[in-house]
């Protein structure tokens, strides 16, 4: 083990130096595309659950679907 931790060029140590250098680009992906991940559910869920639409009396998605379940048990 003493071997791999001298001193030396990076030829002398061609693994670790190429897992140095792969380990901060697979970090920033992951980080990245789980950030990305979530950026795309929350403007789903934005987009299907609370935005309002102007067409169907400017009601969220949820409230449509509530008030029209309530309208067919009442009739």
């Not at 030829?11 to 980080?31: M, Q, S």
């Amino acid at each position: 083990m003493p071997e791999l931790l001298r001193p030396g060029k990076p030829t002398d140590r061609v693994v670790i130096e190429a897992f140095n250098g792969r380990l901060p680009i697979e970090c920033l992906t992951i980080h990245w595309l789980l950030s990305r991940a979530d950026k795309v559910e929350d403007r789903r869920r934005y987009c299907n659950e609370e935005r309002s639409r102007g067409t169907v009396g400017n009601l969220s998605p949820i409230l449509l679907q509530t008030t029209s379940a309530q309208r067919a048990r009442l009739a």
